[in-house]
Nanobody, 124 residues
């Protein structure tokens, strides 16, 4: 079971990036996918999630309206479209997969499979 995150890079404030999370070894459509991020010296924090069934998505308040999570179950891949990027969005972004209950949707322990992380740097 593996998740491979990609798409990070250096972008100016106000710009956009699209992250991808390719999965292998799991029945992708049955899992909730999520993105977390971790800035230097800070704890890993929830960004967004997309349930495998029902298509419900959740967002952190700090990114709502700027970021959009999506998935293509046929390609076993999840995405995070990030628009209007700010310097405070600078972090390593991790994708994760799991079957969290609703109360654990925004918690790291709700997810059992993690990708390696991709660095997003937003210059001001």
């Amino acid at each position: 079971v593996q998740l491979q995150a990609s798409g990070g890079g250096l972008v100016q404030a106000g710009g956009s990036l699209r992250l991808s999370c390719a999965s292998s070894g799991l029945t992708f459509s049955q899992y909730t996918i999520a993105w977390f991020r971790q800035a230097p010296g800070k704890e890993r924090e929830f960004v967004a999630s997309f349930r495998g069934s029902g298509g419900t998505s959740f967002y952190a308040h700090s990114v709502k309206g700027r970021f959009a999570i999506s998935r293509d179950n046929a390609k076993n891949t999840g995405y995070l479209q990030m628009n209007s990027l700010k310097s405070e969005d600078t972090a390593v972004y991790f994708c994760a997969a799991g079957r969290p209950i609703l109360s654990s949707m925004r918690q790291t322990d709700g997810y059992r499979v993690w990708g390696q992380g991709t660095l997003v740097t937003v210059s001001s």
